[in-house]
């Protein structure tokens, strides 16, 4: 059931929606959260990866921090909301997985697009700010929905059985 859910979020991807309002780094957490611990990390990369082949590979060294940051997205899940899911516990995911995604996609992009000084540094980090806005907006209403729908599920899944017989 974990695994139906993790495609259907994947297959949001495909379709239009603006920068980081995606459900990518809400699946590295509910994985991280529900998978097993050893392919948790690379759950959310395959939706990232054939994303990417569709609308087009980027600059390595970004991708490289891009993929990094999505991969600790499960640790994140692992580590937060593996044993116990609150509404605190939530919010703090959601909050040091944008972070985390903000700070490390956003330093590459440094290196290859501005001046390696300290002000090129601040003007890169300035100019991203919008950009994690909209990550924390697309993991909140993710994360509701991923868990929201697991939840759900394992509520109803054994009465929708014994229905059924």
Do not use: Q
């Not at 390696?116 to 994690?132: D, M, S, V, W």
């Not at 990550?135 to 509520?155: C, E, K, P, T």
């Amino acid at each position: 059931m974990h695994y139906v859910i993790l495609v259907l979020a994947a297959l949001l991807r495909l379709i239009p929606h603006p920068f980081n309002v995606t459900p990518i780094g809400s699946i590295g957490l509910f994985s991280g959260t529900w998978c097993d611990k050893r392919i948790a990390w690379a759950i959310p990369l395959i939706p990232l990866f054939l994303g990417d082949a569709v609308t087009g590979f980027y600059h390595p060294l970004i991708m490289l921090f891009v993929y990094a940051g999505i991969a600790i997205s499960a640790l994140i899940g692992r580590l937060l909301l593996a044993k116990k899911r609150t509404f605190t516990r939530f919010g703090a995911a959601i909050f040091i997985n944008a972070m985390v995604f903000y700070l490390l996609s956003n330093f590459p992009v440094w290196v290859v697009y501005y001046p390696n000084t300290l002000a090129g540094l601040a003007e890169c980090y300035f100019k991203a700010i919008p950009y994690l806005g909209y990550s924390l907006i697309g993991d909140s209403v993710f994360v509701s929905l991923l868990f929201g729908m697991h939840h759900v599920a394992l509520r109803y899944a054994g009465k929708l059985y014994v229905a059924a017989r």
